[in-house]
């Protein structure tokens, strides 16, 4: 008989097959899950409960920023609106814009581009589709489809347009020779220095809008989908949908700013701000309720933090406007974003007819003129932008 000694040892020192096994199962359930954890880290696997994926605010916010950043784009924009009274088509517009956009140099934005337009309603369609170029201050466009107005073609041949003459012809658009043809022997150069003071207020407006709208939080992130690959780049894909709470307070900032910029009269007292205030508003609490939710899908590039893609489509009850009305009309937008910070060619066409060349006779209206007492807010009537 062996020693029990020995027997202890033995059992001791050799385990037994079971704890081998025991011990491969739980090495492979730690790899297991350093190897998820490093995944996951990585977001070489990346789905909607990773701890470490972003949130959509930080992730649209560091898009905005990015977008801001580019110095050429190249963007494609749909947009379908659809009116019906019941079950029939009162109208539909199509409208579709190409655009690549050069921002290189802030003082002389460049962008060239393609439009395309158009109307139906009773059984009629009507096309407009060009192309335009914009080189720093300077407009050019081009019809290559001009739709068939014939009642319009009298009023036309008053003004010495021959609409058939400007086709496929570059035609050069700048605010000046807009305003010699509107006011004829009427334009002087005091009014081109009033033009030169509005344009620098126009721009100091925008300016304080940037400022205005810098850090507010418009929207509110709805829903995460799934990502998805759009033209081979992984995208966050969200549905976002406008902070109707921020924007009611922005508004009347807004309203402040361009009361500031454009001087219709005397400004406003205290008194009539704060009425004004008050009754924009009940109209814009009014005005929301009608509309209800606005909503839009968002794709952002998870390696570029760019914005790849916006969808919208909303429908309105016109019933909730006016209860003599039955209808609805359906918004819907598509935009694509793309060539982020590609090369972009952009030149001026070598041969234009300038807005001159096209009106052969002038017009000549009256000064205009207003009354001094003129107000900003005729609030017993009214109160702008369209609030009723």
């Given at each position: 008989?062996?020693?029990?000694?020995?027997?202890?040892?033995?059992?001791?020192?050799?385990?037994?097959?079971?704890?081998?096994?025991?011990?491969?199962?739980?090495?492979?359930?730690?790899?297991?899950?350093?190897?998820?954890?490093?995944?996951?880290?990585?977001?070489?696997?990346d789905p909607l409960w990773n701890p470490f994926?972003?949130?959509?605010?930080?992730?649209?916010?560091?898009?905005?920023?990015?977008?801001?950043?580019l110095k050429t784009v190249h963007s494609e924009?749909?947009?379908?609106?659809?009116?019906?009274?019941?079950?029939?088509?009162?109208?539909?517009?199509?409208?579709?814009?190409?655009?690549?956009?050069?921002?290189?140099?802030?003082?002389?934005?460049?962008?060239?581009?393609?439009?395309?337009?158009?109307?139906?309603?009773?059984?009629?369609?009507?096309?407009?589709?060009?192309?335009?170029?914009?080189?720093?201050?300077?407009?050019?466009?081009?019809?290559?489809?001009?739709?068939?107005?014939?009642?319009?073609?009298?009023?036309?041949?008053?003004?010495?347009?021959?609409?058939?003459?400007?086709k496929n012809q570059w035609i050069k658009i700048?605010?000046?020779?807009?305003?010699?043809?509107?006011?004829?022997?009427?334009?002087?150069?005091?009014?081109?220095?009033?033009?030169?003071?509005?344009?620098?207020?126009?721009?100091?407006?925008?300016?304080?809008?940037?400022?205005?709208?810098?850090?507010?939080?418009?929207?509110?992130?709805?829903?995460?989908?799934?990502?998805?690959?759009?033209?081979?780049?992984?995208?966050?894909?969200?549905?976002?949908?406008?902070?109707?709470?921020?924007?009611?307070?922005?508004?009347?900032?807004?309203?402040?700013?361009?009361?500031?910029?454009?001087?219709?009269?005397?400004?406003?007292?205290?008194?009539?701000?704060?009425?004004?205030?008050?009754?924009?508003?009940?109209?814009?609490?009014?005005?929301?309720?009608?509309?209800?939710?606005?909503?839009?899908?968002?794709?952002?590039?998870?390696?570029?933090?760019?914005?790849?893609?916006?969808?919208?489509?909303?429908?309105?009850?016109?019933?909730?406007?006016?209860?003599?009305?039955?209808?609805?009309?359906?918004?819907?937008?598509?935009?694509?974003?793309?060539?982020?910070?590609?090369?972009?060619?952009?030149?001026?066409?070598?041969?234009?007819?300038?807005?001159?060349?096209?009106?052969?006779?002038?017009?000549?209206?009256?000064?205009?003129?207003?009354?001094?007492?003129?107000?900003?807010?005729?609030?017993?009537?009214?109160?702008?932008?369209?609030?009723?």
């Open positions: 008989m062996e020693p029990i000694e020995e027997k202890i040892q033995i059992s001791v020192g050799l385990p037994s097959k079971k704890s081998k096994v025991i011990k491969i199962i739980a090495g492979i359930i730690i790899l297991g899950i350093v190897g998820i954890g490093i995944a996951l880290y990585s977001r070489a696997w994926r972003p949130e959509p605010e930080k992730v649209i916010e560091e898009m905005a920023i990015k977008m801001g950043e924009t749909k947009i379908d609106i659809e009116a019906k009274e019941d079950t029939k088509e009162a109208f539909k517009i199509s409208m579709a814009f190409g655009s690549d956009s050069d921002n290189t140099n802030p003082k002389n934005p460049k962008s060239v581009g393609d439009f395309n337009m158009a109307l139906a309603f009773e059984g009629m369609q009507f096309s407009l589709v060009g192309e335009s170029k914009v080189i720093g201050e300077e407009f050019y466009s081009k019809l290559t489809t001009i739709p068939a107005l014939p009642f319009l073609e009298p009023f036309f041949e008053i003004l010495g347009i021959d609409l058939s003459g400007i700048d605010e000046v020779q807009l305003m010699r043809i509107l006011l004829g022997s009427l334009y002087t150069s005091e009014i081109e220095e009033e033009m030169q003071k509005e344009k620098e207020k126009q721009e100091e407006m925008i300016e304080n809008l940037k400022s205005l709208l810098e850090g507010k939080r418009l929207y509110v992130v709805k829903r995460e989908f799934l990502d998805k690959e759009i033209k081979d780049e992984k995208t966050y894909h969200y549905l976002v949908a406008l902070n109707e709470k921020e924007v009611k307070k922005i508004i009347p900032e807004l309203y402040k700013i361009l009361i500031s910029t454009i001087k219709f009269g005397p400004p406003p007292t205290e008194e009539q701000w704060k009425e004004f205030q008050e009754k924009l508003s009940i109209e814009l609490d009014k005005s929301f309720e009608k509309l209800g939710e606005i909503t839009a899908e968002f794709w952002i590039g998870k390696k570029d933090m760019l914005l790849h893609k916006v969808k919208g489509e909303k429908e309105i009850d016109l019933s909730k406007f006016d209860k003599t009305k039955k209808g609805k009309i359906t918004i819907k937008i598509d935009m694509d974003f793309s060539n982020f910070n590609q090369p972009v060619e952009v030149e001026a066409p070598e041969e234009y007819k300038t807005l001159e060349e096209i009106f052969k006779i002038p017009f000549f209206p009256p000064p205009i003129s207003y009354s001094p007492e003129f107000e900003y807010f005729p609030l017993e009537s009214k109160i702008p932008f369209g609030f009723y």
